[in-house]
């Protein structure tokens, strides 16, 4: 049996919208495996997707704003553990690859639209900052940024 | 009939909008607590430091990482940066671990896209949280300066960059001066002097308030009659903290505010460090 995911080992995605059907099934293989240990290789697998991503999108200038919608799912992947996987998030990767189903270029507009979705959603896209460290030095200008 | 009482005004310094939008849950939700019913005020002097402070530092690292033969090599190049300048140590910090957390990290042009993205990403979600800044007495030119809302391209990040060192760099058109001189008076009405020795001494625990008082002095003592975005860069607590109106409360995570607070008469709410939120949690 071939699915989207056997196709992708083979080669990689002449379009937009074959990528966009790959990283829809890896969602729905996270889907399967939520709280369990084995999410763990699968939003390795996800990952490791998105990155290929990256050479086949920024090749193509109508493409532009959806690779930032993969850099946008790379940035709340890299902010969780295994564990901050929710129904919740995978609806939000759900529609954000779901949007690179169309053909013609990305809009800016449906990017922006998927980044306020991911913000309204709770989903954390960068990293944590603790001005309160402790390692912060404070005997300069204290914890002001 | 019941008057109805209008909302507690609360003003967010940098170090709570930073807490706000980047801080761990327990930080976000201490803000939130702290806001809660409240009309939350954002100064646009705020915004610049938060611009000069968080996004410019990050282009600079976007810049390093694309002049560097390995992103590996422009982090360490960065920590050592940040040896020198101890200031934002920890934005300058995270920000490379978090990267180094993503798959392939080790690829300049893949990292490089990632962390455009994330400047762009943080400055509309910092204008999305705060829109509607309160009238800025200063009529700071950093702070109103924007970036096009537009598809990802390096020379949004670049031209930025420019735009906003130009103006760092010059003289400004805005109206510290201006500020400057009523609050001087408003300073010697109230009798209440920053940079006296007893105020220092009272005050020396404080080594943000010291710094602060410092700086002050040789304002005072200038003769430079012209606005420079260099000494809205060193005394950003005191001007933050003298543009608080009757009636505000200051909202930070800085100790620096505390003092200032108690000499202009003004109420500060200091936010809990992460380990003092986390040690209230555990013992909830």
């Known amino acids: 049996m071939s699915t989207d995911i056997d196709q992708r080992t083979e080669q990689p995605p002449a379009t937009r919208a074959d990528l966009a059907r790959q990283l829809l099934a890896r969602v729905e293989r996270l889907a399967l495996r939520l709280n369990e240990v084995s999410l763990a290789a699968e939003i390795q697998l996800l990952k490791r997707e998105l990155v290929r991503a990256h050479p086949v999108l920024s090749v193509r200038p109508g493409d532009n704003n959806f690779l930032s919608v993969v850099a946008l799912a790379e940035a709340a992947l890299a902010s969780l553990t295994w564990k901050g996987y929710t129904p919740g998030v995978l609806d939000a990767l759900r529609q954000a690859f779901a949007a690179g189903l169309r053909e013609g270029e990305f809009p800016f507009a449906e990017y922006d639209a998927l980044r306020r979705h991911f913000k309204a959603s709770g989903i954390p896209t960068g990293p944590t900052i603790d001005l309160s460290s402790p390692d912060l030095n404070e005997d300069e200008d204290g914890p002001q940024a | ?284």
């Open chain 2, 1 to 284: 009939m019941a008057r109805k009482r209008s909302p507690a005004r609360l003003l967010l310094d940098t170090s709570a909008v930073v807490h706000q939008l980047h801080g761990h849950t327990l930080q976000q939700a201490a803000v939130r607590k702290a806001t809660t019913g409240g009309e939350v005020l954002v100064p646009v002097f705020v915004r610049m430091e938060y611009l000069r402070g968080v996004i410019l530092n990050l282009i600079e690292m976007w810049c390093l990482i694309r002049e560097s033969v390995t992103v590996q090599d422009a982090f360490i190049d960065w920590s050592q940066k940040m040896r020198q300048e101890r200031k934002l140590k920890v934005i300058l910090r995270t920000v490379p671990h978090w990267l180094g957390g993503h798959e392939d990290w080790q690829s300049k042009d893949v990292t490089l896209r990632r962390l455009g993205d994330l400047i762009l990403r943080i400055i509309c979600d910092f204008d999305e949280a705060h829109p509607r800044p309160p009238d800025d007495p200063l009529a700071c030119v950093l702070g109103r300066l924007d970036i096009p809302r537009q598809g990802y391209d390096d020379d949004l990040l670049l031209d930025f960059y420019q735009r906003f060192t130009v103006v760092q760099e010059g003289v400004p058109n805005c109206r510290l001066c201006d500020f400057r001189k009523a609050q001087r008076q408003r300073l010697r009405r109230g009798e209440i002097d920053l940079t006296s020795p007893e105020v220092r001494s009272r005050l020396a625990s404080n080594p943000g308030f010291v710094r602060q008082s410092e700086q002050a002095e040789e304002a005072a003592n200038t003769k430079a009659r012209a606005p420079s975005c260099d000494w809205c860069a060193r005394l950003g607590d005191t001007i933050i903290a003298l543009q608080v109106e009757r009636g505000v409360t200051v909202v930070t995570a800085d100790r620096t505010f505390v003092p200032l607070g108690e000499l202009f008469g003004r109420t500060v709410v200091l936010l809990p460090s992460l380990a003092e939120l986390k040690r209230r949690e555990q013992d909830a």
